[in-house]
């Protein structure tokens, strides 16, 4: 006969049987209504062996429509006892027969492979199920449960008020008490941290938030205080990957809060440390980026009283470039460095006096007057070649990059122009590969005094390590 597990976790919830012959009736407080009759969970999905009372209580505790067995060779023998004395009579089952009911590899194999097939044999999902792991030996339902445990399911136990063997055997027949719990897997979420953790430091920000969202709508407390802090802070990375400055600010600082928040609850070290590193490099880079943008956009039309180099919006087009090279992005990584240049020449315009979206000729040094028509207002507006050409006549370093010759094509900014120009993104149908994105990167970021120091990304998660 096979041996069946006397053990019933301990954090579970208690609900009574319903009054049939013979079970004593669970002592403690009524389960809520809802609690029992949970309509949209109606396929049982059981382990069996050993005595059959404990699944008959199941079976007419838990009314389902379909019951999916998982028996041994010997034990599947039982269904038409067990149907005959359940006063519940359930519309369809289906049977997994476990190769070896001693071999939790094997019984955990034939599930993996049997479940999807039979419960589309029956019409239903993950979400319908209750899994029942009493019966059958040890190792039956530890896979049972292994099988299980990362699908939405909830899990069932029947226990007892009376055991043999001076309350260390079996349960008695007739005190049949049935232990339900959510999925523990599930209540922890601690797959969807790991993974959202993991998602944040690969930078997929976006994807990161969602993952977190969606798994904070299922759990409560600490857990919940976690994955809301871990989504607002990938927001903000998220609303920072797309220049969106001011509302990643919030976003992280409401984060940093959510998130200190849980590290003081739980006295958890490394969680603190991470909460710490976030309001301190992130969060400044983000307020100089929303005061150096909002200068910018202020007075745009008078000039800068300011040029640092290298700029924090030029700098944060580079890391933005490089991310999306990391992603694989490479035409959008080599238009990011394209826009990285272009604004590095626009503000040591900026700082100079010219908008050269709106300059006076007067204003331009003579020789890179030429070409230039003034439109009804008077300006002129010109691009990122002849930017650098002004800057150069002007003295500034920046303007270095085109050298002394009319002939752009002959200096270093030649492979940027024409690996930009070319993209299947702008005018033409290249695509960028990796060495390309590489060598441009190379090229640019000494020109915008740009340095491995400055590209620092957000520091690595603890969450990806629970």
């Not at 009736?25 to 049982?44: F, I, N, V």
């Not at 530890?142 to 299980?148: G, R």
Request: aromatic share 4%; with cysteine.
């Amino acid at each position: 006969m096979d041996e069946r597990d006397p053990a019933a976790p301990t954090d579970s919830e208690p609900t009574d049987p319903e009054p049939a012959e013979g079970p004593e009736p669970a002592e403690g407080p009524d389960p809520e209504p809802t609690e029992r009759a949970e309509p949209e969970r109606r396929t049982l999905l059981a382990s069996l062996g050993g005595s059959p009372e404990p699944l008959v209580a199941s079976i007419d505790h838990h009314r389902p429509r379909n019951v999916v067995f998982f028996a041994s060779r010997d034990s599947r023998s039982q269904i038409p006892e067990i149907r005959e004395r359940c006063r519940h009579g359930w519309d369809d089952h289906e049977v997994i027969v476990a190769p070896d009911h001693e071999d939790l590899e094997a019984c955990l194999g034939e599930l993996h492979h049997e479940l999807p097939r039979r419960l589309g044999a029956l019409g239903v999902t993950d979400d319908d199920l209750i899994v029942d792991y009493t019966g059958g030996t040890k190792t039956m339902s530890s896979a049972l449960v292994l099988a299980t445990i990362r699908r939405p399911v909830r899990y069932a136990y029947v226990g007892g008020t009376r055991r043999d063997k001076d309350g260390l055997g079996t349960v008695q027949t007739g005190s049949e008490r049935v232990v339900r719990t959510p999925n523990p897997w599930q209540v922890l979420a601690l797959d969807d941290i790991r993974q959202a953790a993991a998602m944040f430091d690969r930078a997929e920000y976006e994807a990161a938030r969602r993952l977190a969202k969606a798994a904070r709508d299922r759990v409560s407390g600490s857990r919940r205080a976690l994955l809301e802090g871990l989504e607002a802070v990938a927001d903000a990375y998220a609303a920072w990957d797309t220049f969106h400055y001011e509302q990643a600010l919030k976003r992280l600082e409401a984060g940093i809060q959510i998130l200190g928040r849980a590290a003081d609850t739980a006295r958890d070290r490394m969680l603190a440390e991470w909460v710490d590193a976030l309001g301190g490099g992130p969060r400044q880079r983000l307020v100089e980026l929303v005061e150096h943008t909002d200068r910018l956009e202020r007075h745009a039309a008078d000039g800068l009283d300011a040029d640092p180099r290298p700029h924090p919006l030029v700098v944060d087009l580079v890391a933005n470039a490089r991310r999306s090279a990391g992603h694989g992005h490479h035409d959008d990584a080599l238009v990011r460095l394209y826009a990285a240049v272009e604004k590095a020449a626009k503000i040591a315009l900026l700082a100079r006096g010219i908008d050269n979206s709106a300059a006076r000729l007067e204003d331009l040094p003579p020789e890179e007057r030429p070409g230039l028509t003034p439109d009804e207002s008077g300006r002129v507006r010109f691009g990122l070649v002849r930017s650098l050409r002004v800057l150069a006549a002007l003295g500034d370093p920046l303007g270095r990059v085109v050298g002394d010759s009319p002939d752009v094509t002959a200096s270093p900014l030649a492979d940027l122009l024409s690996q930009r120009n070319n993209a299947m993104l702008i005018h033409g149908f290249e695509r960028a590969s990796e060495r390309t994105y590489r060598r441009t990167e190379g090229t640019v970021m000494p020109l915008l005094e740009v340095t491995e120091e400055h590209l620092v990304g957000p520091p690595p998660c603890p969450l990806a390590r629970l």
